[in-house]
């Protein structure tokens, strides 16, 4: 998802209770509810503030909270982007794996045929692990797809929200 939000580390904000009443926090993902609001189909405005220097304390930002930070905004990709497709994510690096055992197939076999290599090699093991664990990544993301329309469907809820509008 693109946005064109520019400043998620700033605390004030406001929201409309309509926006806030469909996203779900859990763990640290405050600092995200902007790129869930605009997931979710929200118009998010921003307006400049002025930030003043700290004066007194210390700040416990540190190199913990950062990987939590990159950790959340993993998880924040996620459901913006796969919440509903989760095949796609899966499809593509499954393929991803498919692919780079194919490029080494190619290469045991040109070495073995052209260059006097031994075909039974450990890259050729590799190459084999590469073609399963791409497999079974494409069949996890079927998975996975069967389980959020289960969920969908189970629970009554929508993929998508429509705004009431009244006329």
Same mark, same amino acid.
């Given at each position: 998802?693109? $946005?064109?939000?520019?400043?998620?580390?700033? $605390?004030?904000?406001?929201?409309?209770?309509?926006?806030?009443?469909?996203?779900?926090?859990?763990?640290?993902?405050?600092?995200?509810?902007?790129?869930?609001?605009?997931?979710?189909?929200?118009?998010?405005?921003?307006?400049? !503030?002025?930030?003043?220097?700290?004066? /007194?304390? /210390?700040?416990?930002?540190?190199?913990?909270?950062?990987?939590?930070?990159?950790?959340?905004?993993?998880? !924040?990709?996620?459901?913006?982007?796969?919440?509903?497709?989760? $095949?796609?994510?899966? +499809?593509?690096?499954?393929?991803?794996?498919?692919?780079?055992?194919?490029?080494?197939?190619?290469? !045991?076999?040109?070495?073995?045929?052209?260059?006097?290599?031994?075909?039974?090699?450990?890259?050729?093991?590799?190459? !084999?692990?590469?073609?399963?664990?791409?497999?079974?990544?494409?069949?996890?993301?079927?998975?996975?797809?069967?389980?959020?329309?289960?969920?969908?469907?189970?629970? +009554? /809820?929508? $993929?998508?929200?429509?705004?009431?509008?009244?006329?």
């Amino acid at each position: 998802m693109n $946005s064109q939000i520019h400043d998620l580390g700033c $605390s004030l904000r406001l929201y409309k209770k309509s926006v806030i009443s469909h996203i779900q926090l859990y763990g640290e993902m405050h600092r995200f509810i902007p790129i869930l609001a605009a997931a979710n189909g929200a118009t998010i405005i921003e307006t400049e !503030v002025t930030h003043h220097p700290r004066t /007194k304390g /210390k700040s416990k930002y540190g190199l913990t909270r950062t990987f939590k930070v990159i950790l959340d905004l993993l998880t !924040v990709k996620l459901l913006t982007g796969f919440q509903t497709k989760p $095949s796609y994510l899966f +499809g593509m690096s499954g393929f991803g794996f498919i692919f780079i055992s194919f490029l080494i197939a190619v290469f !045991v076999t040109i070495r073995a045929l052209f260059l006097g290599g031994a075909l039974i090699s450990p890259l050729f093991s590799i190459g !084999v692990i590469f073609f399963t664990f791409g497999i079974l990544t494409i069949f996890m993301g079927l998975l996975a797809e069967i389980q959020v329309r289960t969920w969908y469907e189970s629970s +009554g /809820k929508k $993929s998508y929200i429509i705004k009431n509008v009244k006329e």
